[in-house]
């Protein structure tokens, strides 16, 4: 499954030319796939006039890649798939990667609004704060605000 580290791909390509058949092939041999494995993952397939095919994935933290496949076969783009995949295991997961599930059904008649029902962080340890490791932080909590947000599972 690529969705655990990856939250979007884009397979863009040229519709008629020869440098971009190996995207056309790798996308029809495995989109079915692809999208049965990662249900939820946007898999974009976009064919435009005149364009050098490449394969692109946005990542946990706003990060991005973007590789040319130009002239490539289905075999390879598939190897630097697998490679750009890997390369998301790389990177913290951020709260975007988080699973997140509302309350159990017996507490669910406390709550007049459907968006009060507050939603269990299945991935929070009640200690962790997540933080973009790609920019700096000067943020500092209580031990108040942790203990609000701490979880039994």
């Known amino acids: 499954q690529i969705s ?9 390509c ?3 030319s020869e440098n971009s058949k ?7 041999a495995n989109y079915a796939e ?10 974009v397939y976009r064919e435009a006039e005149d364009l050098d095919p490449f394969l692109y994935m946005r990542y946990d933290w706003g990060q991005e890649r973007k590789e040319m496949v130009t ?4 075999e390879q783009i598939t190897a630097l798939f ?15 990667s988080d699973v997140l599930l509302p309350e159990p059904i017996i507490n669910a008649g406390e709550y ?4 009060d029902i507050p939603c269990k962080n299945f991935t929070w340890d009640g200690v962790t704060i997540r933080r973009n490791p790609f920019v700096e932080h000067d943020v500092h909590c209580d031990e108040k605000d942790r203990l609000e ?3 039994d599972f």
């Open 4 to 12: 655990r580290q990856v939250q979007e791909v884009r397979m863009i």
């Open 14 to 16: 040229c519709r008629q």
């Open 22 to 28: 190996g995207m056309r092939d790798f996308f029809r």
């Open 34 to 43: 692809m999208k049965m494995l990662n249900p939820l993952t946007p898999l």
């Open 71 to 74: 002239d490539m076969n289905p």
């Open 82 to 96: 697998k490679e750009m995949v890997e390369f998301g295991a790389t990177i913290p997961p951020s709260a975007e």
């Open 112 to 115: 007049r609004d459907p968006v």
């Open 149 to 151: 947000y701490q979880t």
